[in-house]
C-alpha cells in the first residue's frame, strides 16, 4: 500500500494542476448526477421486523381496515384564552371558521372536528382536531403547512391558543445546526492556523474537507433514489465529513512539512507523507467505514441507512485527502512548507509544556494512569440508569409550535394522553374482554380504557389503553410488558399491544439488548485489528479497555446531562427527557472508528521510533513529539466541528453533536494523549511483546 501510494505522490507531484481540475470536474459531475436523478427525502423505517408490537400492527391493519392511514395527519389542538370553554356559541362559530377554512384547501380529504373525537377536555377549554391530507405525510408539501398555519390564524385572533402537531407531517422546519457549524469552523481554521503557524496552510483542510463533502452530499443525495434515507441524517454526514476530512488533511500536510525538515527535497518530502501518512488515512478511513457498515446487522432500517450514507463522506474524505490535498501542496510551493511562518502564529504554536507532553506523561505515568482510569470509571457510572426512547415534543424548544401542543394537551388530558396504546385481543367471548379491560384497570399506571370495539369477523376485539405518565418513561414500558404478560399470568386470552409507542418501545428494548453484543464484536474486532498492526499484545489490549471506559464516561455523561437534567441550560436543551434510543449503538460504531483512528496516528509514530531506537521511553516521547501537536489539532478540530450540533434546535440533532463530542474528548484527549502512551512506558519492552508462534500466523500489515 504504501509504495503505491509514494507512487501516487509522485504521479501528483508531476500533474498537479490536472489533479485539481480532475478533482473539480467530478465534483461538478457529482452535482449533475444528483440533480437529474432527483431528490427523494424518506423517514427511515423506526420499527424492528419481527417484534411483537410489528406484528401486532399488521394484524391491526389487517382485521381493522379502518386503522390504516393513507394519508397525512395534523393535529390541531385549541385551548381557549377568552375565559370562555370552547363549548361556547361564540367560540363555536370561530372554529367553525377555521375548519370550513382548512377544509377549502384542495389537498385536505378531511377535518375531523373535536364532537366527533369526542375530545373536549372536563372543563371545556381544550380540544383537538384533526386534518387528513389525500397525500402521505412525507409528501405534504411545506406550501401546504403553511396554508394551514394561515388558517389557524382565525381562531388565534380570536383569542383561541392554536397549535398544531404531527407524527408523519413536516411542521416546522428542522435546524440540522447549519449556522452553528459555522462558528465550529472558524474555531478549526484557528487551530489549524496556531497549528501550522500559517494562514494559508490552515486554510487547505477546511477547503478540501468542504470540496469532499459536497460530493460526499451529492452521493448521499442520490441514494435518496434507491435507499429510505431521514432528513436528519444529512446532519451525521455533515459532522463526519466535516470532521474526517479536516483531519485526515491535517495528518498529510503535517507529515509533510516534518518530511522537510529532514532535508528531503518536495517530491521526496511528498512521497513519504504519501507512503506513511497517506497509508493511515486509508487504514483509519476504512475502520471507520467498517465501524458504520456494521450497523447494518442489527436490522434497523434507520441505522443502516445512516451508516451507509456516512460512510460515503468517509469515503470521499478519504479521496480528497489523497488527491486534492497533495496536489495543493505542490501548486502553493514554499509558501505551505513552513520556511516562512507567520510570527505571531508561530510564537503562539510554541507554546507548549517544557519538555513536551511526552515526557509529562512519562514521568508522572502511574499516577496519569490511575487518574484517567478513576476519572472516566466516575463519569461513567449514571450510564448505569440509561433511559432509551425517542425524543418527543416535549424537549423541543418552546418557540415551536409542537412543543406548545404538547404541553396544552398534557395540561388538559394529562402526561401519557400522547403515549396511548393498542391491544387486541384474540377472542369473541365479551365476558373474558370484560375481564381483560378490568384487568388492565388493576394494573396501575392506567389513566383510561376504552370500550372494545370488535372485528368485523368478531375474532378480535380492540381496546385503548391510556398510561398516566408519558411514552419514553419507565412505568409506560413496565406497563406494555405487564398487559402482554396477563394472559399467562391470568389465564385471559392472548392480548397483543401496539400503536407507536409500543413500536418505539419495542425498538428501544431490543436496541439495548444489542448493545452488549455489538460491543462486544466491535470490541473483539479492535483486539485483532491492532495486534496485526502493532505486532504486540498489550498496546492493543490498553487501547481497547481505554476505549470500553471512554465509551462509558460518553454514555455515562449524556445520560447525566440530557436524561438527568443537569446543565441543559448551559447546553440550550429545552427540558430533560430519555436518551435517543440508536444513540448508543450509533456512538459505539463512531468513536470505535473515531479512536482507531488517533490509535494508529500516534503509536504507529511511536512504534516507528522505537523500531529505530528499540528504547521504548525515548520512543513515546519523540513519537507524541512528532505526532502529538496533530493529534490534538485533530481532537479539537473534532470537537468544535460536532459542538456546533448542540446548538441546532432538533431533539436527533442536538444529542449527536453532544456525544459525539463528549466521545472526543474523553477518547482522544484522555486515553490516546494520556493512558496510551503511559501505559506503553509504564510496561516497557513488554508493550511490544508478541509470542513467537502468533507473530508468524498473523499478516504483515505496515502502516507506517
Not at 485539481?20 to 432527483?38: K, N
Not at 508561530?346 to 507554546?351: L, N
Not at 513515546?620 to 460536532?642: K, T, W, Y
Request: glycine share 8%.
Amino acid at each position: 500500500m504504501g509504495q503505491l501510494l509514494s507512487k501516487l505522490g509522485r504521479w501528483i507531484y508531476r500533474h498537479a494542476k490536472l489533479t485539481i481540475v480532475t478533482f473539480f470536474i467530478t465534483i461538478a459531475v457529482s452535482v449533475c448526477a444528483a440533480l437529474s436523478f432527483g431528490i427523494h427525502f424518506d423517514s427511515a423505517g423506526m420499527s424492528i421486523q419481527g417484534s411483537q408490537s410489528e406484528r401486532a400492527n399488521k394484524l391491526m391493519e389487517k382485521e381493522f381496515p379502518s386503522t390504516r392511514q393513507s394519508g397525512g395527519q395534523v393535529q390541531i389542538v385549541l385551548h381557549s384564552n377568552n375565559g370562555k370553554a370552547l363549548t361556547t356559541d361564540k367560540n363555536q362559530q370561530v372554529m367553525a371558521e377555521l375548519f370550513q377554512d382548512v377544509q377549502k384547501n384542495s389537498r385536505v380529504k378531511m377535518v375531523i372536528l373535536p364532537a366527533m373525537l369526542n375530545s373536549y377536555s372536563k372543563d371545556g377549554m381544550t380540544a383537538t382536531a384533526r386534518v387528513i391530507y389525500k397525500q402521505k405525510g412525507e409528501n405534504v408539501s411545506e406550501k401546504t403547512v403553511d396554508a394551514l398555519e394561515k388558517s389557524i390564524k382565525i381562531t388565534r385572533h380570536k383569542s383561541i391558543q392554536t397549535e398544531l402537531t404531527s407524527n408523519d407531517v413536516t411542521i416546522s422546519g428542522m435546524d440540522n445546526g447549519e449556522q452553528a457549524e459555522v462558528v465550529g469552523l472558524a474555531i478549526a481554521f484557528v487551530i489549524l492556523a496556531i497549528t501550522f503557524a500559517s494562514l494559508l496552510v490552515a486554510g487547505i483542510p477546511i477547503l478540501s474537507a468542504l470540496l469532499g463533502l459536497v460530493t460526499g452530499m451529492m452521493l448521499v443525495l442520490i441514494s435518496t433514489n434507491f435507499l429510505s434515507v431521514a432528513t436528519f441524517s444529512m446532519s451525521l454526514v455533515g459532522m463526519m465529513g466535516l470532521a474526517v476530512g479536516i483531519d485526515y488533511a491535517l495528518f498529510i500536510i503535517s507529515r509533510y512539512r516534518q518530511e522537510l525538515q529532514q532535508n528531503k527535497s518536495k517530491k521526496d518530502a511528498l512521497s513519504s507523507a504519501m507512503s506513511t501518512a497517506g497509508t493511515s488515512v486509508i487504514f483509519a478511513g476504512a475502520t471507520v467505514i467498517v465501524a458504520l457498515l456494521g450497523m447494518t446487522v442489527l436490522g434497523i432500517d434507520m441505522l443502516s441507512v445512516m451508516g451507509i450514507t456516512a460512510s460515503f463522506a468517509i469515503l470521499t474524505a478519504i479521496l480528497t485527502s489523497l488527491t486534492f490535498v497533495p496536489a495543493m501542496l505542490v501548486v502553493l510551493g514554499d509558501r505551505v512548507t513552513g520556511k516562512k511562518p507567520n510570527r505571531l502564529l508561530q510564537f503562539a504554536s510554541k507554546i507548549r509544556i517544557k519538555g513536551g507532553w511526552g515526557k509529562l506523561v512519562t514521568k508522572y505515568k502511574l499516577l496519569l494512569t490511575m487518574l484517567v482510569v478513576v476519572v472516566l470509571g466516575v463519569i461513567a457510572t449514571p450510564f448505569a440508569h440509561i433511559n432509551l426512547g425517542l425524543p418527543n415534543d416535549s424537549v423541543k424548544s418552546e418557540k415551536l409550535t409542537e412543543r406548545r401542543a404538547y404541553d396544552l394537551m398534557t395540561e388538559a388530558y394529562g402526561e401519557g394522553s400522547q403515549a396511548t396504546l393498542v391491544v387486541l385481543l384474540k377472542t369473541d367471548d365479551m365476558i373474558k374482554v370484560t375481564d381483560s379491560i378490568n384487568e388492565i384497570k388493576e394494573l396501575g399506571n392506567v389513566a383510561t380504557v376504552s370500550q372494545a370495539m370488535p372485528s368485523k369477523d368478531n375474532d378480535y376485539q380492540m381496546i385503548t389503553v391510556i398510561p398516566k405518565t408519558d411514552a419514553n418513561a419507565v412505568k409506560t414500558k413496565k406497563l406494555v410488558h405487564k398487559i402482554r404478560d396477563l394472559n399467562q399470568n391470568k389465564g385471559l386470552p392472548k392480548l397483543y399491544v401496539t400503536g407507536s409507542t409500543a413500536i418505539n418501545i419495542d425498538m428501544s428494548d431490543a436496541l439495548m439488548k444489542a448493545l452488549p453484543k455489538f460491543a462486544i464484536i466491535i470490541v473483539l474486532f479492535a483486539f485483532i485489528l491492532l495486534t496485526v498492526v502493532f505486532r504486540s499484545l498489550l498496546i492493543p489490549l490498553v487501547a481497547v479497555l481505554g476505549f470500553v471506559l471512554s465509551l462509558g464516561a460518553t454514555l455515562g455523561a449524556i445520560v447525566f446531562i440530557v436524561q438527568d437534567g443537569h446543565f441543559i441550560n448551559l447546553f440550550g436543551i429545552p427540558a430533560k427527557g430519555a436518551i435517543l434510543n440508536f444513540l448508543p449503538v450509533l456512538v459505539i460504531g463512531i468513536m470505535f472508528g473515531l479512536a482507531m483512528d488517533y490509535e494508529v496516528f500516534l503509536v504507529s509514530r511511536i512504534r516507528e521510533h522505537y523500531l529505530k531506537t528499540e528504547n521504548t521511553r525515548q520512543a513515546v516521547i519523540l513519537g507524541m513529539r512528532d505526532s502529538g501537536p496533530a493529534v490534538v489539532a485533530a481532537a479539537l478540530i473534532m470537537m468544535a466541528v460536532f459542538s456546533g450540533f448542540i446548538f441546532a434546535s432538533d431533539a436527533i440533532v442536538k444529542s449527536m453533536g453532544l456525544v459525539l463530542a463528549s466521545g472526543i474528548l474523553f477518547d482522544a484527549i484522555l486515553v490516546r494523549l494520556i493512558l496510551v502512551p503511559a501505559t506503553i512506558d509504564l510496561f516497557g519492552k513488554a508493550s511490544w511483546y508478541l509470542p513467537k508462534w502468533l507473530d508468524k500466523i498473523l499478516p504483515n500489515v505496515k502502516i507506517d
